[in-house]
């Protein structure tokens, strides 16, 4: 979690949402990609030169792109793209960890780094470490989820380009990020790593270029969390957004947590840590020009005191609201947040003040309770 003081509350809890789900990439009748489109464009906002913001759904004038995949123009910044660019300009080093890498380009982009002689490594959730190609229906397919099945038909449709009903090997090189990372060697790893059969908590989505620059966000590198489902050329993907911040200080905070997880690498011990085998992380604070970050890592035992918790400190910052609050968030289903607590209420605040006004709160949530 960054919390950036100068900025809205909702940054902070921006970057608690990301999930892969194509059911949620899909736009409701009333709010077709006809109706979406043609609404009206507002000006861009001026970039922090430090702290950049991209959003996918982004409708500022002149935040279009020609998606890779689907050959779609929308409206919104191409994530792919910026963390394909970012990583072209790497000199020295690229650490990615996210929780699944399905985007062909960023995989190239990889590859051709570690091929120029960088140091790239990767780490992955077990869930979603093996290629879509080595599926071998209909046993493999039986065991997935239907969420999984659909994504799975996804990749056969994207990957299958003369439409022949077959994935080639060809065409598996060319479409399959995890082969596309194999062939070229880069070393990663998934949370079994430790040893475990997995954390399931492997939900990270960082890149460090150079122990210099950071991209972070919601974004999973999937179809469906960045541009919509291939299939579908209705959907424009999950609202996701990444976060790319140039600080040295930052960067080695974000090392710090990718070395904990990455311990030996694909070196075969068990010295990597993750999911709540990690030791608690105090928050580290940081000033970037004139904005205060302050930087802490989940998962959190439960075992430690909430209140010293990522969650515990997202709370204490909407606490500290006194006009609005305004969250964008996947999921929300933590019960200590101060949101459920009398002093905050979905209305505008009474006409008379009070000495605890309610205040405000502008949601948009997909799921209260899963």
């Known amino acids: 979690m960054i919390s950036l003081t100068r900025t809205a509350i909702a940054i902070a809890a921006l970057l ?23 609404e009206p464009r507002w000006p861009p906002l001026p970039q922090d030169p430090l702290i950049q913001v991209y959003f996918n759904h982004n409708h500022a004038e002149g935040a279009d792109y020609t998606e890779p995949y689907r050959g ?40 051709e780094r570690h091929r120029a002689g960088l140091r790239v490594r990767v780490i992955i959730e077990n869930t979603y470490s093996q290629p879509w190609s080595e599926f071998q229906p209909p046993s493999d397919q039986d065991e997935l989820e239907q969420r999984e099945s659909d994504r799975y038909q996804e990749f056969l449709t994207l990957a299958d380009t003369n439409q022949d009903g077959q994935i080639s090997t060809p065409e598996s090189n060319a479409q399959d990020a995890l082969i596309i990372l194999r062939n070229a060697r880069v070393p990663f790893i998934d949370d079994t790593a430790d040893g475990s059969k997995g954390s399931g908590l492997m939900h990270h989505k960082f890149v460090i270029i150079d122990n210099q620059l950071i991209l972070t ?43 904990r997880m990455w311990g ?43 209140e ?14 006194t006009k609005s609050v305004k969250l964008a968030l996947f999921v929300f289903s933590e019960q200590k947040s101060p949101i459920a607590s009398s002093r905050f209420a979905t209305r505008e605040p009474k006409s008379k003040p009070s000495s605890t006004p309610a205040l405000p709160i502008a949601t948009s949530v997909k799921d209260w309770t899963c």
């Open 16 to 38: 608690l949402t990301g999930c892969n789900s194509p059911l949620f990439s899909r736009f409701s009748t009333a709010q077709t990609p006809e109706t979406v489109e043609s």
């Open 217 to 259: 966000g919601s974004a999973n590198l999937t179809l469906s969390d960045v541009h919509g489902d291939f299939s579908n050329p209705e959907t424009r993907g999950n609202a996701n957004h990444f976060l790319k911040i140039a600080s040295p200080q930052l960067a080695s905070l974000f090392a710090e947590e990718f070395n």
């Open 72 to 111: 779609t123009t929308r409206p919104g910044d191409d994530l792919e793209q910026i963390i394909v660019d970012s990583i072209a300009l790497a000199s020295t080093s690229i650490d990615l960890a996210v929780q699944e890498l399905r985007l062909p380009k960023v995989a190239q982009a990889l590859a």
């Open 264 to 306: 030996d690498g694909p070196g075969g011990q068990n010295n990597s840590e993750f999911g709540l085998g990690k030791p608690p992380r105090p928050p580290q604070s940081l000033q970037l020009g004139p904005t205060n970050l302050r930087v802490q890592f989940s998962p959190f035992s439960p075992k430690q005191p909430w």
């Open 308 to 321: 010293t918790s990522p969650n515990g400190a997202i709370a204490n910052a909407i606490g500290q609201g």
